[in-house]
């Protein structure tokens, strides 16, 4: 594809594993980023917004995003607490992109989804959410045709105009594998930010996640009988139709995949 | 209730205790005919002892009308009491999911949620659903619905967020609702209750899973920690957030409403795109032809399931035979399924595979033993030969795919 006008922003973040809570490249973002290299190739741009990290492990994180064959970050430095949105639209309404790819919600913090809808609000700009793939942008007609990913692995095709913000679900390509070289070679852009600081977050207390309690199935039988057959009574019942003949079998399934709309 | 019949022995003795307080209340007076004579039904002179041979005491001394006769077994339907808002304090908005015109579980568990803050602290408030597009289900009044907004035209068929949008936007100004809640979902709640939540400049709770007074329990980091935060009036849950409606029946009272003016769209839907169907993990796959060990003609059936646009699975057997990637697997030791519709190619149903298809909505087997458990199991079953089967299968869906697009290229 060849788009060389057009002008694409990554937005990245540092994620957390699941298990080891280490800080690593987060799994949507890397894909997002990915799209990105695919539409654009090295013109993609990438922005991240946070406190430059002390810890190596944290530079090691955000510095695996410039290992996908990206040679600078813009960084716009920020408390890690403060809210990140109007310091990032500041930042995006003087560069007037076409395209700002984000993931579907952060790794780490209140991982509300939020950012790209308040992006899209500051900046005027369309909205898609999880997508899975970029067909094709048309510069002329001002409009991209993208692959949104669905439930059940089916994927609806819209038509957005440009400029817009999508958020990359977890059905985009896979994220090629980040270099440690060129990673540590990369250039970090610091900026300072302003610093908005988010109040409302502060009051709230934040907790390691509980194991949610498993749903029981609760009998609402009214008489000892009727409990005693819910609880023993096989779970399966004997409602099912059965056909004999080829022809008679044949016509009942299709009637059955007819019924439900798969064919 | 059962509809066994059962003897009532007390009922029996105080029948034929003269004596017995009680005694009075079990006599059914003699039947007289239009003559005016006495009429006896001999049949049902005695009761049946617990022999099983019938006993008729003809002392006199008791009266047994009431031994033999059987007590008649409830079978009515139980209906649940009405739970009525006359004049509703406040609103709590519901934006329903409806996947395919039906509610799901997220969208009972939200309506349960919603009637949860709509009652606490004594509140007499209504619960207001709105639903776009096409509704099927009819038991949304026992699902904990008091007021229903029904916004229905063809253009809601499409992923149009922006419309829906809109029309929330109108509908919130109008009714001032203390909570608004949206399933967060991937079935268009969670993206509409972002856009909302934009269009409202409201910083709405998401992931709400436990609601405890005044407070709200989310999951945050992407499912890492619990966030504990006071109650917003945006709030998108979590599934199981609460327990659906199940004791009360609601007034399911349609409010008239019209679709808002909303011109300047962003985004146009082009309708889904055809996917191949081996491309969709096992796991997420709506439409699954699996095959076992009852399977002669492999190449048929990888035939029979692109014609179809069914995703493969196998049975174990049919794995460790070779004739499938272990990948295919379906069962305790593969793959858990959640499709629509499952059909299992002789598959006989060993207990691993019967729970790897647990959440499988309709079962069709096509076996030649009528006896086997995925028969029991199956919604439908064809008996017969399955190589002969999926050839007629595979004839009538080809008839079908022609008269269809027949009729497309006349019209």
Redesign the interface.
Known sequence: MTNDNLSVISLVSIGEHPTSRRPRRAEQDARAIELGIKLVGENLQTLHAGELPDDANQQTALRSYLGMGLAEMNLLEMPAQADAVLVIAEHLKQQNPDVILTGVRAESGESSGMLPYLLAEHLGMAMVTSIADILSVDEANQQAEVLQALPRGQRRKLIVDLPFVASVDMAAAMPRQSAFGPAMRGLLDTAVAGDFADEEASTWQTSNAKKRPKRLKIIKAKTAADRFKAATAKASGGGGKVVHGVEESAQAILDLLVEEGLV | ??ELFRRDPRAQWIARNRLHPLHQTLVIGPVFGPSGLLRKNLHSIGFIGPNGLKRIDRSGASNDSAQGSRRAAAASEVILPLHQVLEPAFYIVVVLDLVSGRLNGHDKDTLGLAQQLANRNGGAGAVVAIAFGELKDDSLDKAGVDRLIHLDSPHYEQ?NPEQRCNDLQVIVDDLKPQHILLPDS??GG??LG??L???LQQ??A??V?KLIDDTVTC????????????LSQLMLVME?CSEPI??TRHENIVIPQDTSQFTGA????????S?DPN???LA????ILSGGNGINDWPQFHHTASV???TEGASRVAVDDGNMPRERQVGATGTWVTA??Y?AVGISGAIQHMQGIGQCE?V???NTD?GCDM???????????ST??LT??V???EQ??QTINGGATND
Not at chain 2, 266 to 273: A, R, T, V
């Open positions: 209730m059962s992923y991937i079935n969670g993206d972002r856009r939540a934009t269009k910083r709405p998401c992931g899973w999951r945050g980091s992407a499912g890492k920690s619990d966030i504990t935060r006071p199981e199940s004791e962003k985004l146009i839907d082009q309708g889904n795109i996917v491309a969709i993990p997420e796959a709506g439409f179809l646009g069914a629509q519709v059909i309709k069709v087997a096509i009528e028969v029991k199991r199956a919604d439908l079953s064809a008996i017969g030969d002969e089967i007629r299968l004839e009538l869906i079908r795919k």
